[in-house]
């Protein structure tokens, strides 16, 4: 078991009826912000970043078809979209109480799972750029692989930047 998870077992006890329960903190938005806005807001901003992802590969650019340093970013950009997808169905189901650990698990780790997905895409596009100027070719495909990944990234930093303007209280 992972440290953090059995440090997070302290947090869990009997309660008065004798079941088991969350003992540890909760927290809610500060400042009177809007869970509900927030949440759309943040799924505005991933649900751009998750469509320009498959649209780059349903562009189907000449780099997509076998070249290992435009391939492999890809694929590895596809699979940190599908963790920064799950932090954000984690933290839309969790209420307007959230406890302390599933907030730091989604909205404190999604502006790493960002980070690291907009690396990949600026990875993957300048894999791509690297094969058009080896290459000669410029098919449309390519340039809107490309697009797809500049509107992925500006996405990804727009969600990055949403989740750390949040700000909690203790309640």
């Not at 440290?3 to 302290?10: D, G, M, N, P, T």
């Not at 088991?20 to 927030?38: F, N, S, T």
């Not at 969790?94 to 599933?102: L, P």
Request: charged residues 20%; contains cysteine.
């Amino acid at each position: 078991m992972r440290k953090k998870a059995r440090e997070r077992l302290k947090d869990f006890g009997p309660d008065d009826n004798g079941k088991m329960a969350y003992l540890g903190d909760h927290v809610r938005l500060a400042g009177g912000q809007d869970r509900r806005r927030l949440v759309v807001t943040l799924w505005a901003a991933c649900g751009a970043a998750t469509l320009a992802v498959l649209g780059a590969s349903l562009a189907n650019p000449a780099g997509l078809s076998g070249c290992p340093y435009v391939v492999l970013p890809y694929i590895a950009q596809f699979v940190s979209m599908v963790a920064v997808l799950w932090g954000m169905g984690r933290f839309s189901v969790a209420g307007e109480r959230v406890r302390v650990y599933v907030r730091d698990e989604t909205v404190g780790a999604l502006p790493r799972r960002c980070v690291v997905a907009a690396a990949l895409g600026l990875v993957a596009a300048v894999g791509e750029l690297v094969l058009l100027a080896t290459g000669g070719s410029a098919p449309a495909a390519d340039f809107a692989f490309l697009a797809c990944e500049a509107v992925s990234v500006v996405a990804l930093v727009t969600l990055r930047r949403l989740c750390l303007a949040t700000t909690w209280q203790p309640c």
